[in-house]
């Protein structure tokens, strides 16, 4: 299985879904895992898993108000996206007019 390192500004929406899946309420310092990175650095970072990969999120202080914040950006994206798809609707409604008129002006 591969292992990667990255900050939880990096991830993938599918990711960043399954971090908020396994720490809905935050991580705990039982969650943690401390190593050294190959400049001799502590790191810490949760373990998040998928099928074919084990990814540790680097913690940071934004990280426990990103997971608390994930379902509020979440919907407001949705929003965002159903905003821009009604947006299109009107143009929809105008094309059976046109066919009216266009039907109309063949009687006259």
Same mark, same amino acid.
């Given at each position: 299985m591969l292992r990667k390192l990255v900050d939880y500004k990096k991830l993938s929406h599918e990711?960043?879904?399954?971090? *908020?899946? +396994?720490?809905?309420?935050?991580?705990?310092?039982?969650d943690i895992i401390m190593f050294k990175n190959v400049h001799g650095e502590i790191i810490e970072a949760v373990e998040v898993k998928t099928d074919?990969? *084990?990814?540790?999120?680097?913690?940071?202080?934004?990280?426990?108000?990103?997971?608390?914040?994930?379902?509020?950006? +979440?919907?407001?994206?949705?929003?965002?996206?159903? =905003? %821009?798809?009604?947006?299109? %609707?009107?143009?929809?409604?105008? =094309?059976?007019e046109l066919n009216n008129d266009e039907e109309e002006s063949k009687w006259d």
């Open positions: 990711v960043a879904a399954r971090l *908020i899946e +396994m720490y809905p309420y935050g991580y705990g310092d039982e074919d990969t *084990i990814y540790l999120v680097k913690i940071s202080k934004s990280l426990a108000s990103f997971i608390s914040n994930f379902e509020d950006n +979440m919907e407001r994206e949705l929003e965002d996206q159903s =905003e %821009s798809e009604t947006f299109e %609707s009107p143009s929809d409604e105008l =094309e059976p």
